[in-house]
């Protein structure tokens, strides 16, 4: 059973590979002075990187799961997701109001997928 790891940090992983199967860690805006809809671009890019990195991409992702500070910022956050999520690949997912680790974070995206 091998578990290959990307960018691992003290604390956690941001991505690991097993089975298969890409996990990556909960993804977060680094530029926390944007609104929702600039912090989501921001973090599904930074989910293109990793899965790409990782041998994967959007077409690939199993499940999804998205915290957002505020429910009021749901329509801005799915506005963004629908221009970048792969049509016909549509992935389950979920998305709960939370609050998150640093308060300026709007949203918070955790991936699973499998490898191309």
């Known amino acids: 059973m091998e578990i290959k790891r990307l960018h691992v940090g003290k604390r956690l992983s941001e991505t690991a590979i097993h089975n298969e199967t890409v996990y990556l860690a909960g993804q977060i805006a680094d530029d926390t002075t944007q609104g929702i809809e600039g912090q989501t671009r921001e973090v599904l890019a930074n989910i293109d990187r990793l899965l790409n990195e990782a041998g994967s991409d959007k077409t690939c992702i199993l499940m999804c799961q998205i915290f ?49």
Request: with cysteine.
């Open 68 to 116: 957002i500070t505020d429910m009021a910022n749901f329509p801005g956050m799915n506005s963004v997701w629908d221009e970048w999520v792969a049509q016909g690949h549509t992935p389950p997912r979920a998305t709960v109001e939370a609050k998150l680790a640093n308060p300026a974070c709007l949203v918070e995206i955790v991936v699973t997928a499998a490898l191309r």
